[in-house]
């Protein structure tokens, strides 16, 4: 569901010439070894500008949803040449509480409902008004 | 004896309740649009004010009647049953119609999930996803409030405003309900998505038919489900950058702009209405066999036709109907081509150490999270930004889904 709190920290990435002459990209890996997107389109492979800081690449909000070692490569291809920076991201275990519990926890009211479309089929009638 | 007040005209409390179901249905389309468009943000935006007032409100009116309600009980009034159904006495004290006590119940538990889900945020941080369980925990809440608003509709059948409310509740219950589906992990061979949204589609369907009795009635609540997909197909992206606009703040790049929640909502919808007509003409009657039977052919017609539901909006169809996470594993990925994260080897260049890029990249990290400063400096001209697209032989599926991540 949610990985470490590295999950959340603001990470940005300036070339010393700036964004404007160069092509980034990112290409992350799960620890077991596929590919994920994060939020850009299946096809997309570019550096997204941060979100709150629009002169500088930065990766976005998303979930880091399975523990061990993330790959994020960074490529950048300008007038100096292309080049790569991998980074290896480790997520720890899921912290707070077992998910399994938070999940019994959260369908509280989906459990209403569906006890609620129960006994309304069992004693269900004409409403008498 | 004479009834004054809320009881007295049913459809000031009903009317009251269905602003409230409408406010968060609001807020929730132009929130998660939000979300995916411009990014993560406080708790004080206009969406989030939107869906809380919405609650707040419904559970506000819901309180308001099950109190008038107690008093008129007490003072040896009969509470009509037009005003949210038959009254529950409730802990040996109160008399709650209903309608009322389900919506109640539902705002009440509304709030418990928020608290919980501000708990969830000081573990976790910012939303990275909708289908966090306390998020869960919230959108079934309000479920179960806008059946509420469906029951005191239901209850007040016969009055000149209850058909008409009773269409437009359950349409807004469908169109919210549909947002659960973005909790729902692949089922492997089946696709839960198409299948959740059949079920809950065709179950509110069938009550309706099966209540009203009206198949015109039960067509049209399938075409005015419709209508609201497009309304709202237009209102969250627009609303979603004029806010953006006004709060100087951008759109991501790469971002689609593809209206999240409509996309969910059945655009397929009057197919299981057809389908409950045909069983109701082939079975000779408006049976409970003919429900059953129409409900199972709609639901299969509206899984059927989900996944290919995105081309109507400018998407790709997906049998996966949502999973971002590119399924391509490394060996698989090196065989895509030229690109630039992959190009050292290509080229014959060692790759650079990590944390350092070739080209003299600098990685900035921040723990403290988001800073609202940063969210508050005045708009920026975009540049021109060179975009980096994959070769299309590499493509495997776009993403149709709300699934935010």
Redesign the interface.
Known sequence: MAGARPAVARLTFTPDTGIEQVDGTLVVFTPSGEEDNLRRPADVDGLPRHPRQPDVWGLDVFALDAPGDWTFTLGLDGPEGAGTAVLTVPVLEQPGPPLALSWLVSTVPLLLILGLLGVAAARGGPVST | MTQAGLLARPWVPAGILLLGSLSTLVGLAWDVQWHSD???DTFFTLPHLFIYAGSAVSGLVSLAVVLTATAATRAGHRVD??VG?RPVAVFGVFQAPLGYL?SG??AA?FLL?GL?DEW?HG???????I????H??LL??V??VM?GSVMTC??????AWARAALVGSVVMLIGFSMVVLVALPPWGAVDGQAATLALISM?ALVCVAS?TRSLVTTAVTAWVLVATQVAFSFFSPWATRLYAVAEG??I?????GLPRLPMLMPATLPLGAAAIVLAVLLLRGRTAAAYAVGGALGGAALAATFPWQPLLFGGMPSPAAGA???????RG?ARCGR??????AG?G?A??P??????????????????RP??CSPP?P?????????S?S??????PSGR??
């Open positions: 411009v990014g993560p049953t037009a159904g389900v119940v539902g538990v999930y919980w969830w573990i976790y941080g910012f939303d990275a996803i289908a966090s369980p306390p869960v925990g079934t809440s479920m179960l059946i239901a209850a007040a059948a016969g009055q179950t209540f703040l951008p991501r790049d790469y971002n689609d971002q996470r590119s399924r391509r594993s490394r990925r690109r630039a994260a992959g190009r050292p080229r260049a790759p650079p990590p944390g350092r890029g070739g080209g003299g990249l600098r990685c900035a990290a921040s723990s403290s999270g988001w800073s940063a969210c920026r975009r540049p021109p930004h060179r975009t980096t697209r994959r299309r590499c493509t495997r599926n776009a993403s935010t991540r």
